[in-house]
């Protein structure tokens, strides 16, 4: 009997352990509409008026919603049109047109000129069977027919229309502009309710536009910043990994939410995230830190400890850079290191194959009972493989009269980087580290 209770509990809690894997996914890796809305209860006010007003009363608009990457634009537009949604109303009605992928965990940028981006929106309008083969005819016969069907419409009997334009600032470099500005002079009229909502991290982007776009654009911009201070991020932080009061095992749930509001106050935690908030307030960030430790809750380990929060950063923290280093050869490691004295002497001057050899052949006069000394060809060779590896980069191109040896580069490496990596270098020679560590003194 006890043996079969057992089982039961522990079939329980592999239950619930799943529930709470799959809450925690949707929540960092979908970016569900379903979240919170962090510092933009403006804003969204905002954005949910100026749609309501083209979805329940028929006036066209456009608006910019401008704000650095992980600011929460499409988050915020995702949560307006979520609730936009349930209104009666609205339900039927509404009419979305995505350009750059509805999904903004697509990367995007899919329609690189006018042409595609007219073929995306007659097919998400439906209109291809409407019109046979003439959507795919010329670019001018669609956009007439597009601007026509618009133009036939009212406000009492059409459907209004929501363009989203994603990466909005690609859309301006398209030639003369011309979607740009027949939707933004669509969005002007009286006729079927349009509202073009573009979606951009270019603070610059007015200057963008031309002369003629930018006098039919309503300049309605609404801005993003994630101007919270680190109490608020502690907040963010622990509604992010609280489950919800409707969660099936409430027992669990309250024992979570405490183990939470624990680790919360904790002062490893809060220098793992502070660490984080100096870097980026970006809310991604911390999803992906979130997601990481979230990783390691299992049947065995159920609730999540400051150990499992410090080895996600560590990971999330970890230098791909760095990482390549581990890998290379220890000569390779010395030219990284004659670049860093390079460096240090001519205040990031670029340098060329020819100094970097000079200052490795130095080292190894210094060095000769513990360093082999290698043949010219043998250090470019793997002077070049640097270079592949992206670790150097040449200032310019080379042309086809110019020697290889005085090319002048860059070194993509700063002297934290190169330190932290050799200090976990496998069998790393003692004389390669003091030189690496030592200061000017030995020129």
Not at 171 to 180: A, G
Not at 249 to 267: G, I, M, P, T, Y
Not at 389 to 399: A, F, I, T, Y
Not at 411 to 427: E, F, K, T
Request: glycine share 4%.
């Amino acid at each position: 009997m006890s043996k079969r209770k057992l089982k039961e509990t522990s079939g329980e809690s592999a239950e619930c352990i799943s529930q709470v894997q799959k809450i925690l996914r949707e929540r960092f890796c979908h970016h569900c509409a379903a979240g919170k809305l962090f510092g933009m209860e403006q804003q969204y006010r905002h954005l949910l008026e100026l749609l309501k007003r083209t979805t329940v009363h028929g006036e066209s608009n456009s608006a910019l919603i401008i704000g650095p990457r992980g600011s929460g634009k499409t988050a915020l537009l995702n949560h307006v049109l979520k609730d936009l949604k349930e209104m009666k109303q609205v339900r039927e009605t509404l009419l979305e047109v995505h350009l750059n992928g509805k999904n903004p965990f697509l990367s995007g940028l899919l329609q690189t000129n006018d042409r595609v981006a007219l073929k995306e929106i007659t097919r998400q309008l439906q209109l291809e069977n409407v019109v046979g083969d003439k959507v795919f005819g010329s670019f001018a016969e669609n956009l007439a027919f597009l601007l026509e069907a618009l133009r036939k419409g009212d406000r009492s009997s059409s459907c209004p229309i929501l363009f989203v334009l994603d990466e909005f600032d690609l859309f301006v470099h398209h030639k003369n502009q011309t979607l740009l500005y027949n939707l933004f002079d669509i969005s002007q009229s009286a006729q079927t309710p349009v509202t073009v909502i573009g979606l951009t991290c270019r603070q610059d982007i007015l200057e963008l536009l031309e002369k003629r776009v930018k006098s039919r654009f309503s300049h309605r911009q609404i801005y993003l910043m994630n101007s919270f201070d680190f109490k608020q991020y502690i907040k963010i932080f622990k509604i992010q990994l609280s489950l919800p009061a409707e969660f099936p095992d409430e027992a669990f749930a309250q024992k979570w939410n405490n183990n939470v509001q624990h680790l919360s106050e904790d002062k490893t935690v809060q220098d793992v995230l502070q660490n984080l908030f100096h870097h980026t307030k970006d809310l991604r960030s911390l999803h992906s830190l979130l997601m990481l430790a979230g990783s390691a809750v299992t049947v065995h380990h159920p609730l999540l400890t400051a150990a499992d929060l410090q080895e996600a950063s560590r990971q999330h923290s970890t230098d791909s850079k760095a990482n390549i280093v581990h890998g290379l050869s220890v000569l390779e490691i010395c030219l990284i290191i004659a670049m860093k004295h390079l460096n240090e002497v001519y205040d990031g001057e670029p340098f060329n194959f020819q100094m970097v050899y000079n200052e490795f052949q130095k080292f190894i006069q210094r060095k000769a009972h513990s360093m082999y000394n290698f043949e010219k060809p043998v250090v470019m060779k793997a002077f070049e493989h640097l270079l592949q590896l992206e670790l150097v980069k040449p200032l310019e191109r080379p042309s086809v009269r110019a020697q290889r040896e005085y090319l002048l580069m860059k070194l993509l490496l700063d002297s934290s980087q190169i330190m932290d990596a050799l200090q976990v270098y496998p069998n790393c020679p003692t004389d390669v580290k003091q030189w690496a560590a030592s200061s000017l003194s030995w020129l």
